[in-house]
Nanobody, 121 residues
Framework: QVRLVESGGVLVQPGGSLRLSCAASGSIFSINTMGWYRQAPGNERELVGTISSVGRTNYADSVKGRFTVCRDNAKNTVYLQMNSLKPEDTAVYYC???????????????WGQGNLVTVSS
């Protein structure tokens, strides 16, 4: 079984920066795509950005140039660096990871528990 643990959610002022992290642990053979989604109150969950196993990234237009997704394969961890934060970035942020489990080499999708990021003065 694979576990995802997020950290980093907090209150930050507009224009500020914040880094979220999400660490995977458990029966992991390898990790494919890792990424982040967010859900604001009353809205659907939406893509923020993803990073493939070879480092190729993809971002939502709303965060391009401000947010960066990166990963540390040795630590099975994905990060979301958020700069120039805006009030409209306020949401619960979830990490999303596709893992090949060691026990049966099956591909599994996992979600983090979610972290609230509030951008407000």
């Amino acid at each position: 079984q694979v576990r995802l643990v997020e950290s980093g959610g907090v209150l930050v002022q507009p224009g500020g920066s914040l880094r979220l992290s999400c660490a995977a642990s458990g029966s992991i053979f390898s990790i494919n795509t890792m990424g982040w989604y967010r859900q604001a109150p009353g809205n659907e969950r939406e893509l923020v950005g993803t990073i493939s196993s070879v480092g190729r990234t993809n971002y939502a237009d709303s965060v391009k140039g401000r947010f960066t997704v990166c990963r540390d394969n040795a630590k099975n961890t994905v990060y979301l660096q958020m700069n120039s934060l805006k009030p409209e970035d306020t949401a619960v942020y979830y990490c999303n990871v596709y893992i090949i489990e060691a026990v049966d080499l099956g591909l599994r999708e996992g979600w983090g528990q979610g972290n609230l990021v509030t951008v407000s003065s």
